[in-house]
């Protein structure tokens, strides 16, 4: 099967020299172009390394669209312009050119020419936050002129044009079929899974796309909540497994296979566990904790048991959550990451507050956040960059929650949600409904209206049956408090609000 990398070379679009963005640079120099679009990105919390290569690049049209992180740059730097303005294609335009595979032996890459850099080199989408930047020589996603490496297992990822497309066969899309069909290489293992036939043993290529998968379905889950994904990332999973029944054609890409697909089964059962789907996550998460035990792979093995975890102390089964998230700390130890272990003793900490032992929770709190002072490290897992200091706040919320601290929990639910990246709509959503019923059982019906209507406003965006559960919860404490300033608009519009089926 042909990478894209080699079927996008021979792109039959001219590069259009984007003379509108070389006007905007005016009488700056590349170089001083690209030290002030880093100085924006900073600003805005977004990592990106532009260089003058980069710059030069874009005014010779061969960056025809920007990739999502550069964009909100961009749009930073020229408030109240879009890309169009900016002179660049539009996004439905290029969309679509990686992804495509063709039946074959690798096509051998043409030689690059002088002026192709890494454009891509530590630009991050919200999920990559938590990653170092790319090492140099890392291939550049879109350059197709650089060779692919099938070894190179660390290299930068980003969400690119095609995303949109993902987003709407997920969100909307016609079932699970056409989620899958849109993940490239996926699909056809997705119908040759569905149709009974046998695969042939794969490559690197449908390994990548299993990589991705996982990737793009956590930058949806946390822009748009589970309950519009789970159904459709069914498909994806299928085709992972398929993909592993036919064997692969060397070791290394095996052991990634088994864990991309550990992963995937587990970004799955997460979507099972959002939307209130209990006994479809527990599954999920014993099938990753399976394949990490078959393949000795203790990354995913402490991933599935620290998603275990918080699923038995959501589901009402506390002491199994300590003695999950003991067993991860147990595995998490030789990994060297101790954000992973702060997060670990979270939801240890969860479990105790669940038993209502005050003391146990608090001696887990403070190793998690001994753990997290110790900053973040290149050990840190891809999956824990939603792990920063607003979820820690978060977590703690719960556990002060949990044992009917009110005062507390919120205090800590309104620093989680003051800190979140606004990127992660759905953590934002969450966060706040937890102040708003930490606020409601504290006594504060006024804040917690106010903070409840913050939450609807967002639920247009993010489809959550576990910040719907929260809301309603909360609206049910406030009804005794209907003359409280707010509470009867919130409770109004709450009750006329659509509902996730």
Sequence with gaps: ?????????????????????????????????????????????????????????????????PNYAYERVFLHMFPGRTLADLGFAPRSSVRGRRGRAAEGPPAAPAAPPASVTDETRGAREPYETGNPPAPRGARDPQDPYQPYDPYQIHERHEIHEESDVLRRAFMTGGGATVAAASLGPLGPAH???????????????????????????????????????????????????????????????????????????????????????????????????????????????????????????????????????QAAQRVARSLGSPRLMSLLALREAGGWAGLADRAGCEQALARAQAYFERGSSEADPEWMS??????????????????????????????????????????IALYTAELADDLARGGRPDESAAAGMRVLDLLGEVQSSRIQAMLAGTARVLRPHRRASGVSGFLERHASSPRTA
């Design 1 to 65: 099967m042909t990478s894209s990398m080699v079927t996008s070379s021979h792109s039959p679009i001219p590069p259009r020299p984007n003379l509108v963005f070389r006007q905007l640079r005016g009488q700056r120099s590349p170089g001083e172009f690209a030290a002030a679009v880093r100085r924006a990105a900073r600003e805005i919390g977004e990592g990106v390394s532009c260089d003058a290569r980069y710059v030069g690049r874009v005014e010779a049209g061969e960056i025809r669209c």
């Design 191 to 325: 119908e040759a899974a569905a149709a009974g036939r046998p695969l042939r043993r794969v490559g690197a290529s449908e390994t990548q796309a299993l990589e991705e998968a996982v990737r793009r379905i956590r930058l949806l889950d946390d822009r748009h909540g589970a309950d519009g994904l789970y159904r459709r990332a069914a498909a994806p999973l299928r085709a992972a497994y398929a993909l592993l029944d036919a064997g692969a054609t060397r070791q290394s890409t095996a052991d990634r296979l088994h864990s991309g697909a550990g992963e995937l089964a587990i970004s799955v059962g997460w979507l099972a566990h959002d939307s209130g789907r209990f006994d479809d996550a527990r599954s999920h998460y014993a099938e990753a904790l399976a394949t990490a035990r078959m393949t000795d792979d203790d990354a995913l093995e402490a991933h599935a048991f620290c998603n275990t975890a918080f699923l038995a102390r959501d589901a009402g089964r506390p002491r199994e959550a300590v003695r999950a998230a």
């Design 386 to 427: 939603f792990f920063g200091e607003a979820e820690l706040e978060a977590l703690e919320a719960q556990c002060w929650s949990t044992l009917g601290d009110w005062q507390r929990a919120a205090r800590h639910a309104r620093r989680a949600a003051h800190l979140q990246d606004p990127h992660f709509t759905r953590n």
